[in-house]
């Protein structure tokens, strides 16, 4: 089987980096061939235009029956409404795609895609809890920053996202399980929705 998937992120301009090499790999963990692409047109610029449904479904017509797989990532920011803002979305986005066999996963990263990084990291300062990185406010400032401090990578156009998230893929399965409430919800919400 093989599906196009479209990423949507809150930003594409620091997320890409962050979202591609680790939703292909996903993708491959769930026994997948895919075609992953990130949305860059239209540029949302932020959460929250990415959970207006406007915004949402402009995205839908325009990659109307080139995609199987919409997946709507962004930060949680320890909001908790989030969640119930991307399920109001997935229902809408159902209704529209009725009768094709096409799906719309929204999901939040908790609290920051830079987690997802740090997760498939083996070399995070010994003095680092990854209980308190999870739930840490601010993870970016908290902890991916003086990381990437760490590791000489601040000068890079990206801070490093790339690069890092290349060596987290490599991690896949590290992610996995220090993720489980995203990540791993993630998986298994794909799965679900490709019937596998």
């Known amino acids: 089987m093989s599906v196009n998937v479209l990423v949507i992120p809150e930003d594409f301009r620091k997320d890409e980096a962050v979202m591609l090499p680790l939703v292909r790999k996903l993708m491959e963990s769930v026994g997948v061939k895919a075609r992953v692409t990130v949305c860059k047109d239209p540029l ?7 959970l207006k449904w406007e915004r949402i479904e402009t995205v839908i017509e325009k990659y109307w029956g080139m995609v199987q797989l919409y997946l709507l990532l962004v930060d949680k ?57 999870r739930q840490e406010r601010d993870p970016k400032e908290a902890y991916y920053e003086p990381y990437v401090e760490l590791r000489e990578m601040s000068g890079l156009p990206d801070q490093g996202r790339r690069k890092l998230a290349l060596e987290a893929a490599k991690n896949f399965s590290r992610v996995r399980k220090l993720c489980k409430d995203d990540i ?13």
């Open 44 to 50: 949302l610029g932020g959460v929250s235009e990415a």
């Open 184 to 196: 791993g919800r993630l998986e298994a919400r794909i799965e679900l929705a490709l019937g596998r």
């Open 77 to 133: 920011d320890c909001e908790d409404g989030r969640v119930d803002a991307l399920t109001r979305l997935e229902g809408l986005a159902a209704k529209k795609m009725e009768g094709h066999d096409w799906a719309f996963i929204g999901e939040n990263a908790w609290q920051e895609v830079e987690v997802w990084v740090l997760a498939g990291m083996k070399d995070l300062p010994s003095d680092w809890s990854w209980a308190t990185i």
